[in-house]
């Protein structure tokens, strides 16, 4: 198995993990520590796996750097307790809000380019991402069944990251 699809279902099986966590303990303040380790272990892989791109002399990625950066860092304040979960957590709210709104736009732009398949997915994840959201924070007993879907869905993207993984040649 090359280092690549290794490291590809590594980070993959983390995420089911992750999404797992997310399904069954929620936002609880319980979880700080398990945010924490899950975000330095996988800030950490993507860091690893930068320095390997770098050693090979080839383009690193900046979002590999900067995203395994910053996951080290709110793992680590996680951890210590400098970070409070539930600010981590409103953040994650209104990114997802983001996000949400970056597939529908992304979505109607490959629509124009006539990649119907990939522009129609984007347009159902980005409007599923920002309705999650604002019932979120419009509703006040939506937050677990937030947490549930959300965990389901990192669990499914890890999944579907070993599929995709185990099939490349």
């Given at each position: 198995m090359k280092k690549d699809k290794l490291t590809t279902m590594l980070s993959a099986t983390l995420l089911i993990v992750l999404g797992v966590l997310v399904a069954i303990f929620g936002a609880a303040t319980v979880l700080n520590l398990y945010f924490g380790i899950t975000a330095c272990v996988v800030g950490a892989i993507l860091l690893a796996f930068s320095i390997v791109l770098m050693s090979r002399k080839e383009l690193v990625p900046p979002a590999e750097v900067i995203g395994g950066g910053a996951l080290v860092a709110i793992?680590?304040?996680?951890?210590?307790?400098?970070?409070?979960?539930?600010?981590?957590?409103?953040?994650?709210?209104f990114a997802v809000l983001g996000g949400g709104a970056g597939l529908i736009i992304y979505g109607i732009y490959l629509l124009t380019?006539?990649?119907?398949?990939?522009?129609?997915?984007?347009?159902i994840v980005g409007a599923?991402?920002?309705?999650?959201?604002?019932?979120?924070?419009?509703?006040?007993?939506?937050?677990?069944?937030?947490?549930?879907?959300?965990?389901?869905?990192?669990?499914?993207?890890?999944?579907?990251?070993?599929?995709?993984?185990?099939?490349?040649?």
């Open positions: 793992g680590v304040g996680l951890i210590v307790g400098k970070i409070d979960a539930g600010v981590l957590i409103g953040l994650l709210v380019k006539k990649a119907r398949n990939l522009g129609i997915i984007n347009l599923a991402a920002l309705t999650l959201a604002i019932l979120f924070l419009a509703l006040k007993g939506f937050e677990q069944v937030f947490w549930i879907i959300v965990g389901i869905l990192i669990a499914v993207y890890g999944v579907s990251q070993i599929v995709i993984a185990a099939l490349k040649k």
